[in-house]
């Protein structure tokens, strides 16, 4: 490094140490404001609010304060990270990477320059001692410059660990889809390793900033699985927002280590038909009233005819009113009409005594006689459990054998007793949205979107109350019940929207994505190759093991464990799911103890993996053991050698104890 810019690097520490003195400044105000407000017995919300500010506002060491810097804009330098810091005279000593100017951070190139002179890009080591700092001067930028060796380094760094935000990387093509606005919901549609996951979980830290409504109803982000949740649940809070919930589309439903059903089954749960035949199963647990009632507390009586309940009763369930409270509706309603029937005869009736009727007990036991208080066990039971009221509700919706499919050949003595699947949770969080409305958010980020039944696209589409951000990719369905198209989709979530696509892939090196492309004509022709902006020339590599089993394959795995540097980083053994058990006995047998795939970290460098729920996940080496295996795993087979193949940041190899299959062309 030169004497010049050891001197700028200096200058540059000192105002790292400046903004970290802003912040704790920023901080001790903000408590101090908190103090008198409290003492002063000021609104409880504003006080709890500067508190919460101050907890953001700590320094934490989890990131550098800024990890950027454009000059050109304004006469003096702008730095940018991932929170403001103030200067105690109201100018920023750091802006947030969310707001308008910090887009040129982002955005600005050689073409549209944006007022921009240069972009500094800061190097950090682990303990954020601040290690270098590379230039970009906009003027000497060429037009197809591509990915640069900044941006390069940092993408190929060792991953041990979940992800981490790619806040001070952000490309442009990202940044276009993090800063659109919420007017509609936004489908991402990108191939593997373009950043969807990544994209996504910046543009809900984006709406949550630019967004008062966003913010204040609240963020969640539905992931495939707990592993994928786990993979990604440090982004946000690193983002500063620790509010946001995460959760799998199992736990959305509170199907977590349900058991599954045999695959035509689930298909048949996961239909959208199925939102009608529960519709009508709950409709039809409205009953009739045959009796009496005649009123005796008014002068004169008043008799309400059985008709007249069945039409009130009626209007409710046109009215599509939740099944819960119209209950109570259905009791107001019948005061209500007793109530004219007096007014008609020239009687009046108060409101708080028309108020006393609907609660008298006369109305609640017509109430209760023909409206039930449901659990939506009682209701899905009733239906896996009697075949004719099935049939009654399935009738012009579900064939004899679908409905087949349904009927419990040996039903539970009761509800309570019954081991629900994870596909009959997704059933029992539709009736429950029928019998009373849940939590709702602001927005709504949906990962791998392409998998999800419509009957679970329903579930994650009613708890969004604005819009949702969706990502996946149609060439990575892999569930009998995904759905076809993005359309499709949308319609099913209940929310108009777009699709925009990302087409450049961050993670994957070119070698890698030649190989799954020739997958990907097979799988999905119509949909676009990715390529790669990053090329590896010995990101390839093959390792015969011929007519070998697990222990030869235990053994090749273990001396590439023991022989691969530590800042080579992870290595992932993704396998057909039935062979996992014997590899990983097999591996234990050479003295290695592979790990889960949230489990990995410089001691544990070796994940075992079933391929069937690798999908999101990454490892900077990827052993892909026997293709042929996996692609015999049944009708998404392809797909999922095309998931697997596309988890690696720098390496694949592919170790195979058979002929590699002719579709991989190698
Ligand atoms: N701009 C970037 N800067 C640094 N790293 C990036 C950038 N974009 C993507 N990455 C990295 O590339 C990897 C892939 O990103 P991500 O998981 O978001 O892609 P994806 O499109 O969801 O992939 P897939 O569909 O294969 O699961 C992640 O490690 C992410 O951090």
Known sequence: MTEGKQEELAAERARLEYARDCLARNREEMLATAESMTARGDDPDMIAWLYRRAFQ????????????????????????????????????????????????????????????????????????????????????????????????????????????????????????IVRLGVHDSLVVQGGPGTGKTAVGLHRVAFLLFEHHQV???????????????????????????????????????????????????????????????????????VGRWTGEFVIKDTSPYVRVQPEEIEYLAGDLLRERRPFGPARDLLRERIAGRVRRKLEI???????????????????????????????????????????????ACADGLLDAAEQRALTWSKPPATAARAKWTAADHVLLDEVASLLDVGQRFG????????????????????????TATVLGDLAQQTTPWGRPSWEDVLAL??????????????????????????????????????????????????????????TEVARLLADLVRTLPVDKGSVGVIVADADVEALRGALRAEGVEPVGADEVDRDHRLAL??????????????????????????GTGLRLLYVALTRAISRLTIVHTAPLPDVLGL
């Open 345 to 391: 005869r020239g009687r009046s009736l108060s409101d708080s005594a028309t108020r006393k009727l609907g609660g008298a007990k006369q109305t609640r036991a017509v109430v209760e006689a023909i409206w039930p208080v449901l659990k939506p066990r009682d209701v899905l039971f009733r239906l896996y459990s009697d075949p004719e009221h099935l049939a």
């Open 493 to 550: 979530l209940e929310l108009p929207g777009e699709v925009a696509t990302l087409n450049t892939s961050y993670r994957v090196p070119q070698q890698i994505l030649d190989i799954a492309n020739r997958l990907l004509r097979v799988i999905a022709p119509d949909l676009p190759t990715t390529t790669s902006a990053r090329s590896a020339s010995d990101a390839v590599s093959l390792a015969p093991v011929p007519d070998g089993g697990p």
């Open 443 to 466: 927005h709504v980020v949906l990962d791998e979107a392409q998998d999800l039944s419509a009957m679970q696209l329903r579930a994650v589409g009613r708890r969004c109350l604005g």
């Open 215 to 285: 913010r204040r109803q609240g963020a969640l982000v539905v992931g495939p699985n707990d592993t994928f949740v786990h993979h990604i649940s440090r982004v946000l809070p690193a983002l500063g927002e620790i509010d946001c919930r995460h959760v799998s589309v199992a736990g959305l439903v509170g199907a977590e280590n349900a058991p599954v059903d045999d695959p035509a089954v689930a298909s048949v749960k996961g239909d959208a038909r199925m939102a009608t035949v529960l519709d009508r199963a709950l409709r039809s647990a």
């Open 609 to 634: 993996v079933p391929v069937g729920v690798v999908k999101g996940l990454e490892f900077d080496n990827v052993v892909v053991v026997d293709p042929h295996r996996v692609i015999g795993m049944g």
């Open 57 to 176: 506002l700590e320094d934490r060491d989890d990131a550098p304060l800024f990890f950027g810097r454009v000059d050109g804009p304004l006469p003096e330098p702008v730095y940018i990270g991932r929170r403001y810091v103030g200067d105690g005279d109201r100018e920023p000593a750091v802006i947030d990477w969310r707001t308008d100017m910090a887009a040129r951070f982002y955005r600005a190139t050689a073409a549209t320059p944006m007022e921009v002179t240069h972009r500094r890009r800061y190097g950090f080591a682990d303990d954020h001692e601040m290690t270098g700092f590379d230039d970009e001067h906009l003027a000497d930028l060429s037009a197809d410059a591509g990915l640069s060796a900044f941006v390069r380094k940092e993408i190929e760094l060792a991953h041990y660990g979940p992800m981490r935000d790619i806040v001070a990387t952000i490309q442009p093509d990202q940044d276009h």
